[in-house]
C-alpha cells in the first residue's frame, strides 16, 4: 500500500478553511484517496473519498491534481468540533472488503 | 446510515484473565470485519481481518492465540484477549464492511480495555 505523509499538527480558528495536504508519491493506479476524522477515544469515521481532480460533499472538499502524488483535504469554516485527527489513506476503496493502513495522521486544533 | 457497536465501551480486568469485546453491525450485514488496536497518541494498528464464517487473517506481528476472533454471524464478530497483561492495554476498535458493492468500511466507538 502506497505511504502517505502528512503534517503532524495544525492549528486554526474558527471559521477559517482549513486545508491539509497528504502526499503519496508511490500511489497505484488503482488506488483511491480517502479521508477519515477520528476525536478522542471513538473510531474514525468517514469524511470523503476520490480518485482524481475534485471531490465534495456536504462536509468537505478532495482536491486531487493530475499526478495524484498527493491530495488535499479542505474543511470550510471550521469550528471548535472539527478539532480532531484527520488520516489520509491511500489504496483499494474503502470498502471492498479491502484492509486500511493507517497513517500518523494530522492533529487539528482550532480555537476561538 | 450503518452503525457499529462494541460491547463493552471500556473493561479494567486483571493481568491473566480473558477479555473478550464484541462488534455488532446493527444495520447491516457485514461480509467483512476488521480488528485494529491504538495505543495513545498512535495512530490505528490493523490486527487481523475476519471474514463470516472463516478463520481470522491475522497480521505480522500480532498472535493469533493471544487474540482470538469468532466471526461466527454476518453481524457479530468478537475479539478475546486471552491470558491479558498490562501490556495488552489499549483502545481496540473494528470496522465492518456491507459488501454488495458498498463503497465504505464503517467503525465501532471502540473499546478501552485496561489491564491491572
Known amino acids: 500500500l502506497a505511504k502517505t505523509t502528512q503534517p503532524i499538527s495544525m492549528d486554526s480558528y474558527e471559521g477559517q478553511e482549513v486545508n491539509i495536504t497528504c502526499s503519496h508519491n508511490n500511489i497505484a493506479t488503482n488506488d483511491y484517496i480517502t479521508w477519515y476524522q477520528q476525536f478522542p477515544s471513538q473510531g474514525p469515521r468517514f469524511i470523503i473519498q476520490?480518485?482524481?481532480t475534485k471531490v465534495t460533499n456536504e462536509v468537505a472538499s478532495l482536491f486531487i491534481p493530475a499526478d495524484r502524488k498527493s491530495s488535499t483535504l479542505s474543511l470550510p469554516r471550521v469550528s471548535l468540533s472539527d478539532t480532531a485527527v484527520y488520516y489520509c489513506l491511500v489504496g483499494p476503496p474503502s470498502g471492498g472488503g479491502n484492509k486500511l493502513t493507517f497513517g500518523t495522521g494530522t492533529q487539528l486544533k482550532v480555537e476561538l | 446510515g450503518a452503525v457499529v457497536s462494541q460491547h463493552p465501551s471500556w473493561v479494567i480486568c486483571k493481568s491473566g484473565t480473558s477479555v473478550k469485546i464484541e462488534c455488532r453491525s446493527l444495520?447491516?450485514?457485514?461480509?467483512?470485519m476488521f480488528w485494529y488496536r491504538q495505543f495513545p497518541k498512535q495512530s490505528l494498528m490493523l490486527m487481523a481481518t475476519?471474514?463470516?464464517?472463516?478463520?481470522?487473517?491475522?497480521e505480522q506481528g500480532v498472535e493469533k492465540d493471544k487474540f482470538l476472533i469468532n466471526h461466527a454471524s454476518l453481524t457479530l464478530s468478537t475479539l478475546t484477549v486471552t491470558s491479558a497483561h498490562p501490556e495488552d492495554s489499549s483502545f481496540y476498535i473494528c470496522?465492518?464492511?456491507?459488501?454488495?458493492?458498498?463503497?465504505?468500511?464503517?467503525f465501532g466507538p471502540g473499546t478501552r480495555l485496561t489491564v491491572l
Open positions: 444495520d447491516f450485514q457485514a461480509t467483512t
Open positions: 476520490g480518485y482524481k
Open positions: 470496522s465492518a464492511h456491507q459488501g454488495g458493492g458498498h463503497n465504505e468500511q464503517f
Open positions: 475476519s471474514n463470516e464464517g472463516s478463520k481470522a487473517t491475522y
